[in-house]
Every structure is written in structure tokens, then in C-alpha cells.
């Protein structure tokens, strides 16, 4: 399959544009479109054999559910059902973060299939701030279920030729919009009520929207420690969606270091790249890096960095005089707490 890539110009009216995206997804194709987070790959959420194409050109598993996206929050009650006890935390959380970065687990409506949420009874809401988006789900008149348009436990794509590098051939159409504004996916919670019956979130996924801010809203909820059986070992957790331990991974070996560690290599045979915060750090001035790359040259800024995270990680696993990526630790203040989730992850070891 030939893949397109169509740029949208803000300028310009794109009406015919946003039609023929429509009209793919009408007919149970897949699009590529931006989101302020990442770009996503579009099926008509209504339609389960649009959403199982999701699945196969991401080589997916299927029990990894998708987000679902609305134009705006009116319509939350096509997809989901709010339970009273959670009424009022979810319309304080809607009117705060949404049009944003910001998903909500809620439980989910009839109308939803169930290959959209994993066979889950919950569903994930996300109304974007991206005119794109929006104006394509109007032009369907359905939601739109969009997971990253990235092949499954990849790094996310935050411009239009990133996209093209996970998918090309096996999607019809990409809208380009340029880069992305926020860089990272966004924060997912799901409102519940505590032991003591009081409604909060927990948080599942962390993301632009940080703790922080939501501290300012509503309670939120910790996770319970894993159980333990009567010997006192760990019972194995159950498969939080998208929660497994290696996810957003380059091809590349990554480590994470400190950036107060000096750097020994383990393997003096192959070439190690460092991705800095600032470009200074006891870290960068350890060792003789075949090459540095830098998230916020001189800067330190969080936002900065998030924004180019996963554009810079690419660039270290295209770089062939690169052999491992050794990444430095970030601040795990505001946005830094979900940068350093997603390098966990990339790290993580893929057995
Ligand atoms: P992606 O859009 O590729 O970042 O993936 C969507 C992610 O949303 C999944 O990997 C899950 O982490 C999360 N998600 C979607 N639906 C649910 C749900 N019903 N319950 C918990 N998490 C969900
Ligand atoms: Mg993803």
C-alpha cells in the first residue's frame, strides 16, 4: 500500500482535506493524524473491524486497549457512563484538563466494541486540543480510537516523517501538522472512589498533566502495595494495559546513568552515545562520548526537553556510529517524572 503524506497549512482552509481523511475512515480504513502529544493512528472507534486494523498495523497485542477521542466533552456520554459517585470529580477533571493532554478510564458504553478496550469494561477518553483531530472526528461524526501511530513498544512519533518510518506501506494517509507541541502521551487516570468511599483518581499513566497540577483538583488515590501470598513472596501483579515494563524502546540498547555517575563502558569494543539533559554533568565530562546529544542545551528546561525526548532518541537509534544510548536521569520534578517513566521503560530489559 501507498502511503501518503498530506500536509495541513493552518492557514488554508482544509475542509477537503479533513472530508477525504473522513471518508477513509468511513470505509474502515486507518489514518495518521497529530494530536498536541503524539500523532495517533485513527479508526472509526464504532467500528470493530476498522479498530482490529488498528491492531494489525501496529502488530499490537490485542489486549492493549486504545484511546478513544471526542471533538469535545458534551459528547462523553456516547462512550462512556459516569457513575453519580463519580460525577462531580469528572466534570471538575473535564473542565480543567480537556480540550488537553489528559485521558480518563471510565466505564465504558454499549456503543463501544469491545476489541477497542481489550475486552476491558472501562474505556479511555481523551478530548485533544488539536484542531486536526478535532475537525477530522467532526467530519466522521464518530469518535475516533487512536493509540500512537507507532508499531507496538516503539518510540511514539511526534512529526509526520516519524510516522512514516512506523508505518509507511501500511496505511493509506498521514496528516502532517508539524511537530508536536507536548512530545510526550498523555497523562491517563481513572476516577474511583477510596476505601473510605471518597472519589479521587489513581493515576495510571504519567504525562504532561502532572501530579502537581492535579494535586490542585481532586484527591488522588495510591495504587495498594502488591499482595503477598502467606510465605511472605510478591504475587505477580496483574497486566496493568500498557504498563508493561519495556514499552517507548528504541532498537538500541539504552542505560540510564546518574548524571553525577562517571561512565565506565562494560564492552570497550562498541561506541557509546549519551543523550544530556544540558550537555554538562559529571556524566557528559566521564568519558570520551563517540557523540552527545542534548535536550536542553545550557537550558535545564523540563518543557524543552519533553518536547524533543522522542525526536532526539530517534535520532540516537538512526545514528549508525552509535552502538548503546546511555541516557542521563532527569529531574523528576512536573513533566520530568513522565520523561523519566518513559526512560525507564526504554531501558528496561526486553526478556
Ligand atoms: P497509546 O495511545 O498507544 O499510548 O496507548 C493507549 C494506552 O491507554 C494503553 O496502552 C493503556 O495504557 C491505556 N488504556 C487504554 N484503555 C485503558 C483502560 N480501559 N484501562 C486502563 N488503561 C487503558
Ligand atoms: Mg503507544
Request: charged residues 25%; negative net charge.
Amino acid at each position: 500500500m501507498e502511503t501518503r503524506i498530506c500536509e495541513v497549512d493552518p492557514l488554508e482552509n482544509n475542509e477537503s482535506l479533513f472530508a477525504e481523511a473522513a471518508e477513509i475512515l468511513k470505509q474502515g480504513g486507518l489514518v495518521a493524524l497529530p494530536t498536541e502529544t503524539v500523532y495517533g493512528l485513527g479508526a472509526d472507534a464504532l467500528n470493530p473491524e476498522a479498530v482490529v486494523h488498528v491492531f494489525e498495523a501496529k502488530s499490537r497485542p490485542r489486549f492493549d486497549p486504545l484511546i478513544v477521542h471526542l471533538a469535545s466533552a458534551r459528547e462523553l456520554e456516547q462512550v462512556a457512563v459516569v457513575p453519580d459517585e463519580l460525577s462531580a470529580t469528572v466534570q471538575r477533571l473535564a473542565a480543567e484538563f480537556w480540550p488537553g493532554p489528559f485521558t480518563m478510564v471510565l466505564p465504558k458504553a454499549v456503543a463501544i466494541p469491545d476489541v477497542v478496550t481489550g475486552g476491558l469494561n472501562t474505556v479511555a477518553v481523551r478530548v485533544s486540543a488539536h484542531p486536526v483531530m478535532k475537525s477530522v472526528i467532526k467530519a466522521l461524526g464518530h469518535p475516533i480510537a487512536a493509540p500512537s501511530a507507532n508499531r507496538f513498544g516503539r518510540i511514539s512519533p511526534t512529526c509526520a516523517s516519524a510516522v512514516m518510518k512506523e508505518l509507511g506501506g501500511r496505511i493509506p494517509l498521514i496528516l502532517d501538522a508539524g511537530a508536536c507541541t507536548e512530545g510526550l502521551e498523555s497523562t491517563i487516570v481513572q476516577p474511583m472512589v477510596d476505601d473510605k468511599g471518597k472519589a479521587g483518581i489513581r493515576i495510571l499513566r504519567q504525562g504532561p498533566v502532572t501530579r502537581e497540577q492535579f494535586r490542585n483538583v481532586v484527591k488522588i488515590i495510591r495504587p495498594k502495595p502488591t499482595p503477598k501470598t502467606e510465605d511472605n513472596k510478591l504475587l505477580t501483579p496483574p497486566i496493568v494495559p500498557g504498563q508493561l515494563a519495556s514499552h517507548y524502546a528504541p532498537g538500541k540498547k539504552v542505560i540510564l546513568k546518574d548524571k553525577n555517575e562517571t561512565f565506565v563502558p562494560d564492552n570497550e569494543e562498541l561506541d557509546y552515545g549519551l543523550l544530556s539533559f544540558e550537555g554538562t554533568s559529571t556524566l557528559a565530562e566521564s568519558y570520551d562520548w563517540t557523540s552527545v546529544y542534548t535536550l536542553s542545551p545550557g537550558n535545564g528546561r523540563l518543557a524543552e526537553a519533553a518536547v524533543r525526548l522522542f525526536a532526539v532518541m530517534r535520532q540516537m537509534d538512526e545514528d549508525e556510529d552509535i552502538d548503546v544510548i546511555v541516557a542521563e536521569c532527569l529531574p523528576e520534578t512536573g513533566i520530568g517524572a513522565a520523561m523519566m517513566d518513559r526512560l525507564r521503560r526504554a531501558s528496561a530489559d526486553r526478556t
